[in-house]
């Protein structure tokens, strides 16, 4: 009688993990089911929308049952975020400070992955004679207002005791400011790579800061209209699942992925490389813990915190943003259970 009734209890056990199962993989597949409608994605020259460009030579998409169309925004980055806040292309790779401007403007944006941090990409470069922050003092700084690089400035200022009373702010994009540096009226730029190193060796200039001195300050991520998650849900999900795994055959197989990159772009391998340094692919590690509520900068919500501190300082709102209502973890978490179950 006892060993029956343990025979019962095991069959029954397994039919409940059974079923369990079935249901599982019945919702999975219900869930990642995508309508075959076209989606218009962003591309460009950078290590965050690298694994755009493997996955469609790799038809990684199409595989997904994901109809993308690429839109070209080498090198115009602030007219690509125009395109996309006016309906021209579904998906972008955002800064977090961008997306948080957009939507007190009036946009409804809404951020579903870390793709990439800035962690030396973006920098502070200076004339010889200016040896550190606080010789900014009373100098002009060329850099693009109203941006995240005046954003990450006044960040750098106030962490040295400088205000931004303190210095004198002249408006130069990031485009130009290597040109404008070399002119010899600014005594500091803010900018990015490879534009940061230009101005460096037209002047004989040095670094007073880059992003690897404060990781997460800068964060991007692949970012979509509320409207268009509301109604094609399924096909956004297995658009990360495409990312999850591209980026993980940019990890395993660097120089394969690399080299890709190097041929569509014309550039050579070691600049494709050296470039991936200054600006750190986020993996799905990276972004659980990227997504994780936190006051730091290791946490999107945290950085989202200090982006609003800056734009009430500067006038540009008066409101606290709610970060959860435009950083939406619901995608990554579903990425980060899947694995989970394969590793069981």
Do not use: C
């Amino acid at each position: 009688m006892h060993r029956k009734l343990t025979i019962s209890a095991a069959l029954l056990a397994f039919s409940i993990v059974s079923l369990m199962w079935w249901y599982s993989s019945t919702t999975m597949n219900e869930e990642t089911e995508t309508t075959g409608l076209p989606m218009t994605v962003a591309r460009g020259y950078w290590p965050g929308t690298f694994w755009i460009e493997i996955a469609d030579q790799k038809g990684w998409f199409e595989e997904a049952g994901l109809d993308v169309k690429l839109f070209d925004t080498h090198p115009d980055y602030w007219g690509s975020l125009k395109a996309m806040v006016d309906g021209e292309i579904d998906n972008n790779n955002f800064t977090l400070f961008d997306l948080i401007q957009f939507n007190i403007s009036g946009s409804d944006i809404v951020m579903v992955n870390i793709s990439d941090n800035s962690m030396g990409v973006d920098a502070i470069v200076a004339s010889p004679e200016v040896a550190s922050i606080t010789d900014l003092k009373g100098k002009a700084i060329g850099v693009d207002q109203g941006t995240y690089l005046e954003y990450i400035l006044d960040v750098v200022l106030k962490r040295h005791g400088v205000s931004a009373s303190d210095v004198i702010k002249v408006n130069v994009s990031g485009e130009e400011a290597a040109s404008e540096f070399a002119k010899g009226k600014l005594d500091a730029i803010v900018t990015w790579e490879p534009i940061a190193s230009q101005a460096i060796e037209s002047r004989q200039g040095h670094k007073l800061f880059d992003t690897s001195e404060i990781p997460g300050i800068s964060p991007s991520g692949l970012s979509f209209h509320r409207s268009f998650i509301n109604e094609r849900y399924a096909d956004v999900q297995a658009f990360i699942n495409v990312w999850h795994k591209t980026t993980q055959f940019i990890f395993d197989h660097p120089i394969e992925a690399y080299s890709i990159i190097a041929n569509i772009y014309g550039v050579p391998l070691e600049d494709v490389q050296a470039f991936a340094q200054l600006n750190h692919i986020v993996d799905l590690r990276g972004n659980v813990t990227s997504f994780s509520y936190g006051a730091g900068f290791q946490s999107l919500h945290g950085t989202a915190r200090q982006i609003n501190k800056f734009l009430i300082e500067q006038n540009v709102t008066q409101s606290q943003v709610d970060s959860m209502t435009f950083i939406d973890a619901r995608f990554i978490r579903t990425v980060q259970h899947s694995s989970q179950q394969v590793s069981q």
